[in-house]
């Protein structure tokens, strides 16, 4: 579904490029997450693919057509939930339908069908104030899905919520992935996190870099907790470590 091509890109102002020839792909359908040290070039990644930034050269495409032909190809959910305090949950996540001029009798079709989904039904008229951390992440993922893109960024979506809480929302995004069966390319520090959430994992290791380890995970869906125990997952998660590790190092 999404295709890198030969990409490269360097920041105004950087002695040196962020990356250099990067080719790498995502199936339609998939889960996969990327890892590297902080400032490496994981949310340059999803700014390219975005039209934020603009590549020096080489080919980004969706679905085989080049993004910038495109509209609505992708939908963004950053690590900040970042909903409007003055709206309800209601009007902030039919914000993208708004945008985009649907009737307001289908962005509240729209609205009750996803909310009851994410199981936030009886807090559509409540305001962002009212809702837990992990509440407000689920309002965010639901504005993104509303956004009508079948691939969906996610840097670092669960980042600030508390360890039980952001295993929760795992647990969680693999069953909304499951029930939407969209594409999702997911930023994270945290290595366990994309072990259990991927299918594969994208390693970036050096700067700048020109390809990414490609690491599939060994493990097949629906997954548990308990998976993670296994000994197999144990030695790939300590090498993903080591490879980070390396990376920090030099």
């Not at 990356?19 to 700014?47: N, P, W, Y």
């Not at 366990?192 to 995970?217: N, T």
């Not at 997954?223 to 993670?228: A, G, I, N, P, T």
């Amino acid at each position: 579904m999404l295709q890198f091509e030969d990409v490269s890109f360097q920041y105004a102002g950087d002695e040196q490029p962020m990356m250099q020839h990067l080719s790498f792909s995502v199936e339609d359908g998939a889960f996969d997450s990327i890892i590297g040290a902080s400032g490496c070039g994981k949310s340059t990644i999803f700014r390219l693919i975005n039209g934020l930034e603009q590549l020096q050269s080489g080919k980004i495409t969706v679905d085989g057509k080049p993004v910038q032909s495109l509209k609505n190809y992708s939908a963004f959910m950053p690590q900040k939930d970042l909903l409007f305090p003055w709206r309800t949950i209601e009007k902030n996540i039919a914000l993208p339908m708004e945008i985009a001029n649907v009737p307001w009798t289908e962005q509240e079709k729209r609205c009750t069908e996803v909310l009851q989904q994410v199981g936030l039904l009886e807090y559509r008229k409540k305001y962002p104030k009212d809702l837990s951390g992990g509440m407000k992440q689920r309002v965010a993922f639901a504005r993104t899905l509303l956004a009508g893109a079948d691939l969906l960024l996610l840097d670092e979506p669960f980042s600030a919520l508390d360890y039980l809480t952001r295993v929760d929302m795992q647990e969680w995004l693999l069953h909304q992935w499951e029930h939407y069966h969209k594409t999702i390319l997911f930023i994270t520090h945290d290595v366990e996190e994309a072990i259990f959430l991927s299918k594969y994992i994208y390693v970036i290791q050096d700067r700048p870099f020109s390809s990414m380890e490609q690491v599939e995970v060994p493990l097949p869906y629906p997954r548990k907790r308990e998976d993670l125990k296994r000994p197999e997952i144990v030695e790939l998660r300590e090498k993903l470590i080591e490879k980070l590790r390396r990376s920090v190092a030099v």
